[in-house]
């Protein structure tokens, strides 16, 4: 039977019209499916945080001499994602709360309902995240205050040997350092006759203005600094910082201090070796009267500096720092 051109044109027609509905039945099922995917991406991304805040939270515990596995790493899993769960919370390497260094893994998980997915099956898709964070002595410092302490004094005060013995897990007596250096005259001296137990650092090698410096007290120093020489001055703490010694003393605030080991020049020429960091908090100053009278007052505490971990080789005075160092519990190569 010969077909007329208008039958032609239906058939042609309706053959185009299944085609169609093919076509945007493909269509609405890959843009489903795109949005379920993308849900599923975004809430992924979400729990890594979560799991990534819970270890840094446990290691920092662990750090000051806590337990971080307890209470802190739940709570902050439930404070960053209401519908994540924490499945384990694990220290490892030597961590617990007697040690200076460590690391924690923590594993979070949540499930994702799709909204399309049951379309074709599926109804959710259950996530999982794991981060491993180091702890340890700090190799590099940021928000250092520029006034450093001689290690050979600091090291001669039974009030900080005792705390450091102890295992320096709580806040120290204060301890007043004065400038002047009668009773150690050869600390810190690498052969020559440096006057004082503290030195003011020139972090950023400028022209060393005061204004730098009393910027750095009120503030601290936002460059990172790691441990090796550094220029300065031998001189002692002048009134010109006054009012940022007591804005820092008022504020009860934490801070990251620099000990030196050695010293060469004098004066404006010389230049400290750094060779750790402690924590502190300032309680008394003084910066009148005679040179070697004035003092700094500090309480020395167990601390998480923000810096960089780790220097193993480091020496340890109760300041440490934050590393994750792994998110996948078979590779802890750089724990």
């Known amino acids: 039977m010969r077909m007329t051109r208008r039958q032609t044109r239906h058939m042609s027609r309706g053959a185009a019209a299944v085609m169609v509905s093919f076509s945007l039945l493909a269509l609405f099922g890959a843009s489903a499916l795109a949005i379920d995917l993308g849900n599923a991406w975004q809430n992924e991304r979400h729990l890594n945080t979560t799991s990534d805040s819970a270890a840094l939270g446990a290691a920092a515990r662990y750090a000051i001499h806590e337990s971080g596995c ?35 893994e923590v594993t979070t998980t949540k ?9 074709i099956g599926v109804a959710s898709q ?12 700090p190799s590099r410092v940021r928000g250092l205050r520029p006034f450093a302490l001689c290690v050979d004094t600091l090291d001669a005060i039974p009030a900080f040997q005792t705390w450091l013995a102890a295992g320096a897990t709580t806040e120290s007596p204060p301890i007043t350092i004065p400038y002047g250096k009668d009773d150690n005259p050869e600390a810190c001296n690498d052969g020559l006759d440096v006057p004082g137990n503290w030195a003011l ?22 460059g990172m600094i790691g441990t090796g020489d550094y220029e300065g001055d031998t001189g002692s703490f002048s009134q010109s910082l006054q009012q940022e010694l007591a804005s820092l003393k008022s504020s009860g605030e934490e ?6 080991g050695s010293a060469s020049d004098n004066g404006s020429n010389a230049s400290f070796e750094i060779v750790a960091f402690a924590n502190v908090r300032l309680e008394n100053y003084k910066v009148s009267g005679s040179a070697s009278n004035r003092s ?14 780790c220097d193993d080789a480091g020496l340890d005075y109760g300041a440490a720092a934050l590393q994750i160092c792994a998110v996948d519990p078979d590779d802890l190569t750089d724990c």
Request: charged share 15%.
């Open 111 to 119: 499930e994702v309902d799709y909204l399309f997915g049951p379309i």
């Open 296 to 309: 700094l007052t500090l309480v020395f505490l167990p601390g998480v500096l923000d810096g960089e971990c």
């Open 126 to 137: 259950e996530l999982t995240s794991t981060t491993i964070v180091r702890y340890g002595i």
């Open 201 to 222: 650092l020139d972090f950023d090698g400028g022209a060393n203005q005061n204004s730098d410096t009393q910027e750095w007290v009120l503030n601290g120093y936002q």
């Open 70 to 104: 307890g209470s802190t790493a739940t709570n902050l899993v439930a404070a960053n994602d209401a519908d994540a769960a924490l499945v384990e919370c694990n220290p490892g390497g030597g961590a617990g709360t007697t040690s200076a260094t460590g690391w924690v």
């Open 255 to 260: 801070f990251g201090l620099p000990l030196f």
